[in-house]
């Protein structure tokens, strides 16, 4: 499946975006999705998860309350709603792929395709 991830730039501390990643290449229904960011000299790390069907979300602490994942299946997007953006927040988004299981990957093993990426700026 590819996976090609858009929305980000440059917002305020408070600020919103929505980060949006499209799927091509085998049937949507197939994957949980997940999106991981990246900041300079950091590891990448896990953002949210949302399973095949959409009836499950699971998030990291620091954007639990803030952030939100959803899907549409019938049209290949996932969705990442970030709410009262923190300059912490700032970071390059990728979202991710995985074949669906019962399992919540946080760790970037457990993924088996992966967009490009898109920059969040949050200035203070």
């Known amino acids: 499946v590819q996976l090609q991830a858009f929305g980000g730039g440059s917002v305020q501390a408070g600020g919103c975006l929505r980060l949006s990643c499209a799927a091509s290449g085998r049937p949507f229904g197939t994957y949980d999705m997940g999106w991981f960011r990246q900041a300079p000299g950091k590891e990448r790390e896990f953002v949210a998860h949302?399973?095949?069907?959409?009836?499950?979300?699971y998030y990291a602490d620091s954007v639990k309350g803030r952030f939100t994942i959803s899907r549409d299946n019938a049209k290949n997007t996932v969705y990442l709603q970030m709410n009262n953006l923190k300059p912490e927040d700032a970071a390059v988004y990728y979202c991710a792929a995985k074949i669906r299981s019962a399992t919540i990957a946080i760790a970037t093993l457990g993924w088996n395709y992966w967009g490009q990426g898109t920059e969040v700026t949050v200035s203070s």
């Open positions: 949302i399973n095949w069907s959409g009836s499950s979300t």
